[in-house]
């Protein structure tokens, strides 16, 4: 199955724009598109995954835990966790190679950081 993603709130929305520049095919919602904005982490996660998506954020912060602890009694798509210092092409970059590459079941239950 393709890679759909939301963003979540944290996450620069200059990624999203890049990666739709660059592939207008890309199922990539906005936090508000996806209408997880000012969500806790748990339900970002449990609203991503219910939807069959891989989460997009830069917080190293809470997620990993939030991601962990989900993970314990939930299947989760899988989160993908940007470098800040990561310019926004690149991450687009990273983000279109993992899309047209794999396939959504080989991120499942995993939380990668990028760059990879």
Known sequence: ????????????HLIVAALKRREPGVDFQTAHGARIEGLPDPRVLEMAARRGRIL??????????????FIKDKDCPG??????NLPAAEAAEELLLIWSATEAEEWAGRICSLPL
């Open 1 to 12: 199955m393709k890679i759909k993603f939301p963003a979540d709130a944290d996450l620069s």
């Open 56 to 69: 997009v954020t830069h917080d190293r912060r809470t997620m990993p835990r939030h991601f962990g602890e």
């Open 79 to 84: 989160v993908f966790v940007v470098s800040q």
